[in-house]
């Protein structure tokens, strides 16, 4: 028995010699390994390079690159973003860009899937437009950009704007005018589009952004505005495939309350969301209304040389308007603030606090007057939205 106990011990450690403990995970193939990296940020997936030989370049094979710069704030950021860049007083910002660079340079020149570059700090403008041109010449697809610059726009490079494989942009200014608004866009296959805190007028603004995206289904406008005293008056929106439309705290201000205006030319939009100061929103006649709405307005009145009262009428007034419009919406949602701002048209009665979160029942006369102003509602709610708040990191 000894002997056969030996015999098969031996056994197995030759059969131990022979098939050492490998590393499953290492010995994945190189697309695999690369995708599971994708999920990390860039500085992260650099890092994995320590680990083995195995991991030294997976790295450069990341089809995502995700680039962040912050304000330096040790109590708020120290522990959730550990990876980051911060710019201590400026300091970083160099060291930033040569790492960005570097990074750019070294990696293997496939597709990418997403490429995000968010600012907190300013940045050089030429560094800015370099990285975006990167993108587009290794087709991107969604691509995140916060710009903040302020010496000179970033001007987007052409290739950008004709790309055939884009098919998510999201363009946020940090401060105004940090990338300047292309009067065209040539983009195929785009489908999802949000603008954050652009100016429209008559010298960057010909309705061919929009008009261009023949595949645009999701158009995201937030703090955006026209331009007080310009030519431009009425920012049309035509785009035949659009299903969503959100605009989110337009910034015109009060005085070009009259005079400005969006003209929306949707056929197959399917929701609709407005949020912030009430503006003037014109849906084309000959258009199908939506199915579904969600509205939340408030009344400007922090300027105290304006008629408050004037201004509660008109808001009042646009936004009776603005559900007319949408007479045959089957979903219709309006938040607690929109109700209780325009008590001289909707009055809200029996509300609790406890009860605030859920739908908020409304006196007789309102609800016919909801259901006559749109009659192919199945569905009437009074909510209070939630807190939103802008994406740190763009």
Same mark, same amino acid.
């Given at each position: 028995?000894?002997?056969?106990d030996r015999k098969k011990?031996?056994r ?7 098939m050492?403990?490998l590393d499953?995970?290492s010995?994945?193939p190189?697309s695999?390994m690369s995708?599971i ?5 860039t500085?992260?997936?650099i890092?994995t390079?320590m680990l ?7 790295w ?8 962040k710069?912050?304000?330096?704030n040790?109590y708020r950021?120290?522990?959730?973003y ?16 040569a790492?960005v660079?570097?990074?750019l340079?070294r990696r293997?020149h496939?597709?990418?899937t997403?490429f995000?570059?968010s600012l907190?700090?300013p ?5 800015i ?7 587009a010449?290794h087709?991107?697809?969604h691509?995140r950009?916060r710009?903040?610059t302020?010496q000179g726009?970033v001007v987007l490079?052409?290739l950008?704007l004709?790309?055939p494989?884009l098919?998510i942009?999201h363009?946020?200014?940090?401060v ?7 009067? &065209? #866009? !040539? /983009?195929?296959?785009l489908?999802i589009?949000r603008l954050k =805190?652009f ?5 960057n603004?010909?309705?061919?952004v929009f008009?261009g995206c ?5 158009l995201v406008l937030?703090?955006?505005?026209i331009?007080?005293a310009?030519k431009l ?8 495939n659009l299903?969503?439309?959100e ?13 400005q205006s ?8 399917d929701f609709f969301?407005?949020q912030?100061h009430?503006?003037?929103v ?7 209304c939506v ?21 509660m009428?008109?808001?009042?007034e646009?936004?009776i308007?603005?559900?007319?419009q949408?007479?045959?919406v089957k &979903? #219709? !949602? /309006?938040?607690l603030r929109t109700?209780e701002?325009?008590k =001289?048209?909707?009055?809200c009665s ?5 009860e605030a979160?859920?739908p ?5 006369h309102?609800l ?6 749109s009659?192919c509602t199945e ?5 209070i939205?939630k ?8």
């Amino acid at each position: 028995m000894e002997a056969n106990d030996r015999k098969k011990m031996t056994r197995n450690e030759q059969k131990d010699e022979e098939m050492p403990d490998l590393d499953r995970l290492s010995c994945l193939p190189d697309s695999i390994m690369s995708h599971i990296l994708s999920f990390l940020d860039t500085i992260s997936a650099i890092k994995t390079s320590m680990l083995s030989k195995r991991y030294r370049f997976l790295w450069t094979l990341s089809p995502i690159l995700d680039f962040k710069l912050l304000r330096f704030n040790p109590y708020r950021f120290s522990r959730c973003y550990p990876n980051d860049f911060f710019d201590p007083k400026g300091l970083n910002v160099l060291s930033f860009e040569a790492h960005v660079n570097h990074v750019l340079q070294r990696r293997e020149h496939s597709s990418l899937t997403m490429f995000r570059l968010s600012l907190h700090v300013p940045a050089g403008s030429e560094f800015i437009r370099n990285c975006i041109d990167y993108a587009a010449r290794h087709k991107v697809r969604h691509l995140r950009i916060r710009s903040y610059t302020k010496q000179g726009s970033v001007v987007l490079p052409r290739l950008l704007l004709v790309s055939p494989s884009l098919t998510i942009l999201h363009l946020n200014n940090a401060v105004c005018s940090s990338i300047e608004l292309p009067k &065209s #866009l !040539s /983009l195929p296959n785009l489908k999802i589009l949000r603008l954050k =805190n652009f100016e429209f007028s008559d010298s960057n603004y010909n309705g061919e952004v929009f008009s261009g995206c023949l595949s645009l289904e999701t158009l995201v406008l937030n703090k955006c505005w026209i331009r007080p005293a310009d030519k431009l008056k009425t920012l049309g929106v035509n785009c035949l495939n659009l299903k969503n439309l959100e605009i989110k705290y337009w910034r015109s201000p009060w005085r070009c309350f009259l005079e400005q205006s969006i003209s929306v030319n949707a056929p197959a939009l399917d929701f609709f969301k407005f949020q912030g100061h009430i503006a003037k929103v014109k849906f084309r006649d000959d258009s199908p209304c939506v199915n579904k709405a969600w509205i939340d307005i408030c009344c400007p009145t922090a300027c105290a040389s304006f008629d408050v009262n004037g201004r509660m009428e008109s808001s009042s007034e646009s936004l009776i308007e603005m559900i007319r419009q949408l007479r045959n919406v089957k &979903s #219709l !949602s /309006l938040s607690l603030r929109t109700v209780e701002e325009q008590k =001289n048209i909707l009055k809200c009665s029996n509300v609790k606090p406890k009860e605030a979160a859920r739908p908020v029942a409304i006196s007789t006369h309102v609800l016919s007057f909801l259901l006559e102003t749109s009659p192919c509602t199945e569905f009437l709610s009074i909510e209070i939205p939630k807190v939103q708040s802008d994406d740190i990191t763009g």
